[in-house]
């Protein structure tokens, strides 16, 4: 299960917080790019996670909150969902969730829920919650439809603005994490591809 990662990483997180993304969900939209430049990745301990509202609640670990916004709990897949807000697979944790995931006992799936570490940190009052914005698109790919779903909506959005979205070579590049010299380099690697030709337009407008 999820959980089972940070007993994996417990080396790896060491003393420091850490951050878990799910690989089949995408974000997009808003203003993502400073999304870690403010209060959202911010954590003075406790964890944080990110609701998103949904049409299908059943499908995903349902939070249910008090007449505060506060987060009450989180029920995997319900039968009958208590809200329409449904926990993304973007996780963030202070260094207490590998001590937490061990004290996990599998579930009937034989394996250690993440809503099962959420709601430990939810019964010590140290659970936060960010709603996303409805400016922020969020897909679960974890269904051939929904994947579907996300290629079309993606397909649409970079045929309309001319860009490829989630270009890990742009992103770096304007970010600083590489320079031009090694842009230069990586689009020799795609000579012909329709991928490579992007990187060169964005390499002449520089």
């Known amino acids: 299960g999820l959980a089972e990662a940070f007993i994996i990483g417990e080396k790896f997180i060491d003393n420091d917080p850490c951050c878990l993304i799910l690989g089949d969900n995408i974000f997009h939209g808003g203003n993502l790019q400073s999304f870690d430049k403010n209060d959202n990745f911010h954590l003075d301990g406790g964890a ?70 959420n709601n430990i940190y939810i019964q010590n009052n140290t659970m936060e919650v960010n709603i996303l914005g409805e400016d922020i698109q969020w897909f679960d790919t974890g269904t051939h439809d929904s994947l579907l ?50 990187l060169k337009k964005l390499l002449d407008e520089y």
């Open 48 to 117: 944080k996670i990110f609701a998103h509202s949904v049409s299908d609640p059943n499908r995903y670990g349902v939070i249910e909150f008090d007449k505060d916004l506060k987060v009450l709990s989180i029920e995997e897949k319900p039968r009958f969902p208590k809200s329409s807000y449904a926990v993304t697979g973007l996780y963030l944790y202070d260094n207490n969730v590998v001590n937490y995931a061990k004290s996990l006992k599998p579930s009937m799936r034989n394996e250690l829920e993440i809503t099962d570490l």
């Open 149 to 198: 779903e996300a290629s079309s909506f993606i397909k649409a959005i970079q045929k309309r603005k001319g860009k490829i979205d989630f270009c890990p070579d742009e992103i770096s590049f304007r970010m600083g994490h590489i320079n031009r010299k090694q842009l230069i380099k990586n689009i020799s690697s795609y000579k012909g591809s329709e991928y490579g030709k992007y």
